[in-house]
């Protein structure tokens, strides 16, 4: 080959090269470069209790974050044993850790968690009634003991060991109330809902615990009763985010998303009410409502990045 011929060959690979490097963005080469975060290559488990309103947000967040990268697994508990899923190491996220209906069950599992947040701050847990029985006279728990014929002496609790439970039974155990001699019904929470929406339909008096974010507050006419000697705590509640403590070193990425979730009663409610009252499959509620909500669901991943090594919240947006 002659000089002239090597000259040309040289400048046809020089434009090439030049061709190439305009073409391929620097976005796209940075992305094919990047290695994802070591943080993917784990599992990470979800916390989830036996009512819709956790449910129904874990699929949400299931959805988003496994759209991501993220490999999750769910693990079905009562609320005490999730504190010792907590201690045990079994336990990574725990979005539905009401207070200070919790407090009690906490104890003993300090260091093992990490409060990151409060991410609803207007809930509410305490003794409900009917519309009815408030009407007849029930607007305080002082007045359970005046009409305890009318409730036969009996008061429903939730699921024994949880938070409702705790309240309750030492209101029983300490005759606070007038409550000494009266018998507590334990039921897991759907069976909890559904013996006070049995009652009310035949218009006969009980007590139970109520909440909200729940369909209960827009399907049953129910009142809340008031709590003078405070054995519910504090009848306004906060839902908090929880974190295995290890999490912010661990997974850094992951753990920002807890700092960053947010939702509202409205919120939830509106997925509880679709899923338990409407029937509704739960996968196809959140990605409905991921998808209705892209600003505020791409407010959660401030500051994240997905497993290619994009930005987070721009792969939720093209996946939604």
């Known amino acids: 080959m002659n000089m002239m011929n090597l000259k040309k060959l040289l400048l046809m690979i020089l434009v090439l090269i030049t061709i190439t490097a305009l073409t391929v963005s620097p976005t796209a080469l940075q992305a094919e470069e990047q290695e994802a975060l070591p943080e993917f290559e784990n599992t990470y488990t979800l916390a989830e209790a036996s009512w819709p309103g956790i449910e129904a947000k874990n699929e949400v967040i299931r959805q988003v974050l496994e759209e991501i990268g993220y490999d999750l697994e769910t693990e079905f508990l009562g609320v005490p044993m999730i504190f010792h899923g907590f201690s045990d190491g079994d336990i990574d996220l725990w979005f539905g850790s009401w207070m200070p209906g919790e407090a009690a069950m906490r104890e003993g599992h300090e260091g093992s968690f990490e409060v990151v947040r409060t991410h609803i701050d207007d809930a509410l847990y305490i003794s409900a009634v009917p519309e009815y029985v408030y009407e007849a006279g029930v607007t305080s728990h002082e007045d359970l003991e005046e ?174």
Do not use: C
Request: no cysteine.
């Open 147 to 320: 009409y305890a014929d009318r409730f036969d002496h009996t008061i429903h609790a939730g699921p024994p060991g949880e938070g409702a439970d705790e309240a309750i039974s030492h209101a029983v155990e300490e005759d606070i109330y007038g409550l000494g001699d009266w018998e507590i019904i334990n039921a897991e929470w759907p069976a909890t809902v559904a013996e006070a929406e049995s009652a009310m339909e035949d218009e006969e008096w009980i007590v139970f615990p109520g909440w909200q974010p729940h369909w209960m507050n827009v399907i049953l006419d129910l009142k809340y009763l008031e709590d003078p000697e405070g054995i519910w705590g504090e009848a306004e509640s906060d839902i908090q985010t929880l974190t295995g403590v290890d999490l912010s070193e661990e997974a850094p990425n992951l753990y920002r998303f807890a700092e960053n979730f947010e939702i509202t009663s409205a919120d939830q409610s509106e997925w509880i009410f679709e899923y338990d009252r409407e029937g509704r499959e739960m996968e196809n509620i959140a990605a409905e409502w991921i998808g209705e909500n892209l600003d505020i669901v791409t407010d959660w991943f401030e500051g994240m990045e997905a497993k290619t090594g994009e930005p987070a919240k721009e792969v939720i947006r093209e996946a939604f």
